[in-house]
């Protein structure tokens, strides 16, 4: 959360650097470029990961379990004789659908409206919002997200699979589907409240500037001034806030995998470092923890490195 | 301070009840609504039902939920904080060691770090723009985006599997002044190492912006240009101001103490309160999972109301009481 408070701090940039105008300033700078570049690596090699994944996620070969790097496999193989490059690459497609959904579902769809509606509308609409983000805010998040995810997994795989039968989608149903339904959805749960502050403080600001005093005295209807009038200008810090909260987003997926109450029946790193832990493993089989530990270091580090530069490029007094 | 504070600090010490109200009717009804209860996971899979459901029903399992919360609101306010059904102990003396080992372990690592990482978060601030700068940002960088998780392991496979300096991991019920104090053990040092490492990179990366930020001041200008000693400008002028947002830092560390170690405990074997959060979830201990949340809850809204009077002593400008009718 403090990383949104951050970069709230920073001083706010003027409508007139729209979006193009950021993407232009990032590709002159090296370091931006390159962890974009890691980032996108990253996320390609989840999105493609049928196509090019050697194995498949519960291919084992168990004449050559717990193997270095060879020929065959490449990264090696764990104690099953799981292919460890397969299994990084699913683990990364895990990875990319969890911080994806919980970029649009908390992010985009709680944050950004609920932090408009509470700085454009003020008085009780505010009030409840931000009271309700107060209360989110005051519990220890991980105990929570544990109570959450280990209490409701049986529950939530009940009502997918209702709700498959009845709308006769089938993949809702399928096994292992409901666990990221549940961890995206608590994952947005609590992290809708930094962007909804960050973005309720910029609009208290904007809301009395004259394009929106005007617009709002030519009859636009409100949904029409949040999004058409408010939600362009407060865009570019929105962009980073956001940046920044999908590496955090990874790691907490990452956590709740490793503590066996995240996705269910698919690769994730958590389960990887899970399996590659303890003192025989550290020991005698270190390409285990090696393998998905690069990956995860990559990305977030790559984000962290991202969130800087932008930082950097937004605030005219670092400039 | 004026008498505005103290109605600011009753205000918000009054609103703590009410959240942990919510809280509590929250967490209570998700423990209730989980699968399987104690009793199922206790009594095993060769247990006949009807043995199950009269435990049930003597427990007052079987009641509905809010009947139950309000027996357990009203034990609670009377100080009884409900029975471990793992340990078979009150609450309270199952939780508290384990809380103590946490304790010591983040204080130790709280007070580390931030005695490495202001000095050295200002000393690279004023470095800025020398060759120095891209070595310092990314030794600030890399150690605060390697995840516990990840760290762990690899510092066991160093400390412990090839140098051999330190044991693997738990922690030591070594004992001083008839008081549990295993921070002071050998064992203690690699959970110290792994949490204060990227705890003093995250902090120094912080306050070196802030220093920068306020280096580029006006006041900070006139202080040079006044005549004053390098030393003075950064230890009166600069330090102090820069410190501001660092507190809110501050109090998310206090914050975290409950729950924040839970992967370096799980990964190392130590006994503390976020392993045993955990364990109580799995097991289904109710009452210690309420005590936990609750204790978290508690700290966090603490915390948060400290750095924010702390906020008012340090820089005046601030004016609390006032910041809630806006």
């Known amino acids: 959360m403090s990383t949104f408070e951050s970069v709230a701090q920073a001083p706010f940039a003027p409508a007139a650097s729209g979006v193009p105008r950021l993407l232009r300033r990032i590709i002159t700078r090296p370091v931006a470029v390159g962890a974009i570049m890691v980032i996108v690596a990253i996320y390609m090699a989840g999105i493609l990961a049928p196509l090019i994944a050697p194995h498949g996620f519960n291919e084992t070969d168990l004449m050559h379990g717990n193997e270095g790097p060879s020929s065959a496999h490449l990264l090696g193989t764990d104690r099953l004789g799981h292919d460890l490059l397969s299994r990084s690459i699913w683990s990364a497609q895990t990875t990319v659908i969890i911080s994806v959904a919980t970029l649009i579902n908390g992010g985009l769809i709680m944050g950004v409206s609920l932090g408009l509606l509470a700085g454009y509308r003020r008085g009780t609409t505010d009030f409840a919002i931000m009271r309700l983000g107060d209360i989110f805010h005051s519990v220890p998040t991980i105990l929570l997200l544990l109570i959450i995810n280990a209490s409701l997994r049986d529950r939530v795989e009940l009502w997918a699979e209702q709700i498959s039968d009845f709308t006769g989608i089938g993949w809702i149903g399928e096994s292992g589907m409901a666990s990221y339904f549940l961890v995206f959805g608590t994952l947005s749960l609590f992290g809708w409240v930094g962007i909804a502050r960050l973005v309720r403080s910029q609009v208290l600001a904007l809301r009395e500037s004259q394009y929106v005093i005007s617009a709002r005295a030519s009859g636009a209807s409100t949904g029409r001034i949040l999004f058409r009038h408010l939600l362009p200008n407060v865009s570019n810090l929105l962009i980073v806030a956001l940046t920044i909260s999908l590496g955090g987003v990874a790691a907490a997926e990452v956590g709740l995998s490793f503590l066996g109450i995240g996705i269910q029946d698919r690769p994730t790193f958590g389960l990887m470092i899970a399996e590659a832990v303890g003192l025989q493993n550290v020991r005698e089989h270190t390409h285990l923890i090696l393998v998905p530990g690069a990956v995860i270091v990559a990305l977030v580090l790559s984000f962290n490195l991202l969130g800087d530069q932008l930082t950097d490029i937004l605030s005219p007094r670092r400039r | ?326």
């Open chain 2, 1 to 326: 301070m004026p008498s505005g504070l103290a109605s600011y600090i009753i205000r918000r010490l009054a609103v703590i009840p009410l959240v942990l109200l919510v809280v509590s009717f929250v967490t209570f009804s998700l423990g209730r609504f989980a699968p399987s209860d104690y009793v199922e996971l206790q009594a095993g899979p060769r247990a006949k039902p009807e043995t199950i459901e009269r435990i049930r029903e003597d427990r007052g399992l079987n009641d509905p939920v809010y009947e139950q919360y309000v027996r357990y609101l009203g034990n609670f306010l009377t100080g009884d904080f409900g029975t471990s059904t793992k340990y078979r102990l009150p609450v309270e003396d199952v939780i508290l060691p384990k809380l103590w080992i946490t304790v010591q372990l983040n204080v130790v690592v709280v007070i580390i770090s931030w005695l490495i990482a202001l000095p050295i978060g200002t000393w690279a601030a004023l470095r800025r723009g020398t060759w120095l700068d891209p070595l310092t940002i990314g030794l600030f960088l890399v150690p605060a985006s390697i995840p516990v998780l990840v760290a762990t392991p690899i510092i066991q496979w160093l400390l412990v599997v090839k140098l051999s300096l330190l044991p693997s991991g738990g922690w030591s019920d070594a004992e001083y002044f008839g008081i549990e104090l295993g921070i002071f053990s050998k064992r203690a040092i690699m959970p110290v190492l792994i949490m204060a490492v990227p705890s003093i990179a995250g902090i120094a990366r912080y306050m070196r912006t802030q220093v920068i930020d306020v280096l580029d001041q006006d006041f900070v200008r006139t202080a040079k240009a006044k005549g004053l000693a390098a030393n003075v400008v950064v230890v009166r002028h600069v330090i102090r101001n820069a410190m501001l947002p660092i507190i809110t830092l501050f109090g998310f560390e206090l914050a975290a103490l409950t729950a924040g170690s839970i992967f370096v405990e799980t990964l190392l074997g130590i006994p503390g309160i976020g392993q045993f959060a955990f364990e109580a979830v799995n097991t289904r201990d109710y009452d210690v999972i309420m005590a936990v949340v609750m204790l978290g809850s508690v700290m966090f809204m603490t915390a948060m109301l400290i750095v924010d009077v702390a906020y008012g002593f340090i820089d005046p400008r601030v004016r609390l009481g006032e910041g809630l009718k806006e």
